[in-house]
């Protein structure tokens, strides 16, 4: 058997329809090796991403393109105090033509030795994509920009990231390191990998968790603006993390804490921090 099993790079798909930002592709792999674990690999520049684990030895995607809104990308600077637009260019005329929007879907998957790569690398359209895996495959996710990350029924070790958009996930068990920079990580474990630690971070949106009242697990909570709200038999208390240094004849301690919480005698690590939004946890 061909090492590369399939290989589906950069498709390119002209509108069949009037109304092209309906229309949706369907594809799938069949795994290389469909009786080992599988690996996912997608970055999205504009979008959305859905990914659900199922039964089965196939990679599913569902794909369309939405129309995008650009004004983003055109907003005005700011100079000496005003704003204004900057023009790389002279603006030439349109008279007598009309705008054609570009309806083109372009997309690359592959799969190699149970490894799936999905990108989209443009930024003027955006790519909703439906994804459906083994439920033992492990992720690694990226999206720029354009919509929210949602994560279903997966038992894989998973790596995310979503520069503006949410990211969700239910059915998880981890380990789990999420990254989101002004909006909310919303994760309910179905039950928690005990090899690595998971860790959610936030800049300024909220963490909110669900784990199982089986779970054995420890908490930590770092934030610095806003406030824990826990529905935990358990209480959290400070734990204190302190480090000296003596350089030059200046002496310096430097104190860092956080929030624990163990639970059921204590396990793997749960982080989770954000410096201006609020952490919720909950017992399911």
């Known amino acids: 058997m061909n090492k590369l099993t399939s290989v589906l790079a950069v498709l390119l798909l002209p509108a069949l329809m009037q109304n092209a930002y309906a229309l949706e592709r369907i594809y799938s792999l069949p795994l290389s090796n469909p009786e080992q674990p599988a690996s996912l690999s997608a970055e999205i520049h504009t979008g959305a991403i859905w990914i659900e684990g199922y039964d089965g030895t196939e990679v599913k995607v569902t794909a369309k393109v939405e129309e995008f809104n650009d004004a983003d990308h055109h907003k005005p600077h700011r100079q000496n105090g005003n704003y204004q637009r900057v023009n790389k260019s002279k603006p030439r005329s349109s008279e007598g033509l009309k705008s054609v929007k570009n309806n083109m879907l372009q997309l690359s998957i592959e799969e190699e030795d149970?490894?799936?790569?999905?990108?989209?690398?443009?930024?003027?359209?955006?790519?909703?994509?439906?994804?459906?895996?083994?439920?033992?495959?492990?992720?690694?996710?990226?999206?720029?920009?354009?919509?929210?990350?949602?994560?279903?029924n997966i038992a894989g070790a998973i790596e995310v990231s979503a520069f503006k958009g949410s990211i969700i996930a239910n059915g998880v068990s981890g380990p789990m390191v999420a990254e989101t920079h002004s909006t909310d990580i919303v994760v309910a474990f179905d039950k928690l990998a005990q090899e690595n630690p998971t860790s959610l971070t936030t800049h300024s949106g909220n963490i909110d968790i669900s784990?199982?009242?089986?779970?054995?697990?420890?908490?930590?909570?770092?934030?610095?603006?806003?406030?824990?709200l826990s529905g935990l038999a358990t209480e959290f208390v400070t734990t204190e993390d302190a480090t000296r240094e003596n350089k030059g004849g200046k002496q310096k301690i430097v104190i860092g804490g956080m929030m624990s919480a163990s639970i059921n005698g204590g396990g793997q690590d749960i982080t989770l921090a954000t410096y201006s939004g609020n952490v919720y946890v909950r017992s399911k």
Do not use: F, H, M, W
Not at 124 to 137: E, S
Not at 214 to 227: F, H, P
């Open 114 to 152: 149970n490894e799936i790569d999905i990108s989209s690398e443009y930024s003027t359209q955006k790519v909703v994509l439906r994804i459906q895996v083994p439920k033992n495959t492990s992720l690694d996710i990226e999206l720029y920009q354009g919509g929210d990350i949602e994560i279903n």
């Open 211 to 228: 784990v199982g009242k089986e779970t054995a697990a420890k908490i930590n909570v770092q934030n610095y603006k806003g406030e824990i």
